[in-house]
């Protein structure tokens, strides 16, 4: 069974920067899909960024909403297992619950119920 950890929210101004750490157990997370999501009161769960593997597990490309193209990063560390999102330029809109999720294979998907893993979530939060 997979567990997610996700670590490094907190209060930033705008403009600000943050790395976010998802640290996964159980199995390693080369070769599936891992995704980051956020959630901000009263809306619905978006899609933030994530990496796809193509058929492959020492190679990955990464893929981002509009919104955060630019600004935002996501990576991972195999050593670790581990999976950042690295967050620079930040908005008063970024202010969510950042969340941690890892899906059946190696192909990433926009939609939150394609993944079966997920973390517990960490806040962030972006003041003007």
């Known amino acids: 069974q997979v567990q997610l950890v996700e670590s490094g929210g907190g209060l930033v101004q705008a403009g600000g920067s943050l790395r976010l750490s998802c640290a996964a157990s159980g199995r390693t997370f080369s070769g599936y899909a891992m995704a980051w999501f956020r959630q901000a009161p009263g809306k619905e769960r978006e899609f933030v960024a994530a990496?796809?593997?193509?058929?492959?597990?020492?190679?990955?490309?990464?893929y981002y909403r509009d919104s955060v193209k630019g600004r935002f990063t996501i990576s991972g560390d195999n050593a670790k297992n581990t999976v950042y999102l690295q967050m620079n330029s930040l908005k008063p809109e970024d202010t969510a619950v950042y969340y941690c999720?890892?899906?059946?294979?190696?192909?990433?998907?926009?939609?939150?119920?394609?993944?079966?893993?997920w973390g517990q979530g960490t806040q962030v939060t972006v003041s003007s």
């Open positions: 999720a890892q899906g059946r294979d190696g192909t990433y998907s926009l939609a939150s119920s394609d993944y079966d893993y």
């Open positions: 990496i796809n593997w193509s058929g492959r597990v020492t190679y990955y490309r990464a």
